[in-house]
């Protein structure tokens, strides 16, 4: 069974590359992920407030990203991406982007 997830393109004001998850991620949808990272170039704002839940498919996905990206994630996430080292290949932040829509 699929786990729910939305995933919206957009920019900030500044015009950097926005994408926001809501939902859980996990390797029901890990390659939809996949594909959204892959779809923006240069840097990007990865907005995960609204993700719930993050396991090892979706934090694999990430990780090719690790170095243009900055991530924006609530509190709940904090452990999982100190532990898995991303907070040390990125910019995770604990507040949210201002969006503009694309």
Do not use: C, K, W
């Amino acid at each position: 069974m699929t786990t729910p997830l939305t995933l919206t393109a957009g920019h900030r004001h500044d015009g950097t590359a926005l994408l926001t998850a809501v939902g859980e991620i996990d390797m029901s949808n890990a390659r939809a992920f996949a594909d959204a990272l892959a779809g923006t170039s240069g840097p990007l704002v990865l907005d995960l407030t609204g993700v719930d839940y993050l396991d090892s498919a979706g934090l694999s996905v990430i990780f090719p990203h690790a170095g243009r990206i900055e991530i924006v994630a609530n509190p709940l996430l904090q452990p999982v991406l100190t532990i898995s080292g991303l907070v040390d290949l990125s910019a995770p932040h604990g507040s949210q982007p201002p969006i503009s829509p694309r």
